[in-house]
């Protein structure tokens, strides 16, 4: 009986290492946008969409995710559009402050009426690799449902779009 008890105890372990190892070998590879093996020291090629977009009313008032139950509300006429680029950075690259040698990717806004209708594309360069902020203009919005996406592109490559982020404007 103890035999037993120890073959089920070294069969669990073993599972156990496995689950653990078996993530770990997938993590020197990512695909790009076409479904194309990236290597992880390739510094060249994007990965997937930029992750966690969200909608600031203000400077002060704090971050409202995309992916809350919720859509944001806006109440200000500039509200900020942030997303997270860590998913376009290649794995294991380092940022180093006031590196000038990578600048920043090249990040594209879209931002629509709920109908559809744009209203403003917007492209800049990041000075981070790590996140994308932009501050609408004001004027630009007015009461109601709008839309917006992200993405990035880094030379000939381009990350596919963020989800489409629904929020909306109420003006005092």
């Not at 139950?69 to 806006?74: I, R």
């Not at 997303?83 to 594209?108: F, I, N, S, Y």
């Not at 559809?116 to 007015?142: E, F, H, I, M, W």
Request: glycine content about 8%; proline content about 9%; aromatic content about 6%.
């Amino acid at each position: 009986m103890r035999l037993t008890k120890k073959a089920s105890l070294a069969v669990v372990a073993a599972l156990a290492a496995a689950g653990i190892a078996a993530p770990l070998s997938l993590a020197d590879t990512e695909r790009t946008a076409s479904g194309r093996a990236v290597a992880a020291a390739d510094p060249d090629l994007l990965l997937p969409a930029p992750q966690n977009p969200r909608v600031s009313d203000g400077p002060y008032a704090g971050f409202q995710f995309c992916a809350a139950p919720q859509k944001p509300l806006v109440t200000s006429g500039s509200p900020t559009l942030a997303a997270t680029l860590e998913a376009v950075a290649p794995p294991g690259t380092v940022e180093k402050p006031g590196d000038h040698t990578r600048p920043g990717h090249q990040v594209v806004y879209e931002i629509e009426q709920a109908d559809g209708k744009q209203v403003l594309r917007k492209q800049l360069v990041t000075d981070s690799a790590r996140n994308a902020n932009y501050q609408v203009p004001r004027g630009k919005l007015t009461n109601g449902e709008y839309r917006w996406r992200v993405r990035v592109q880094d030379g000939p490559a381009d990350a596919p779009w963020t989800a489409w982020c629904g929020f909306t404007v109420r003006l005092g």
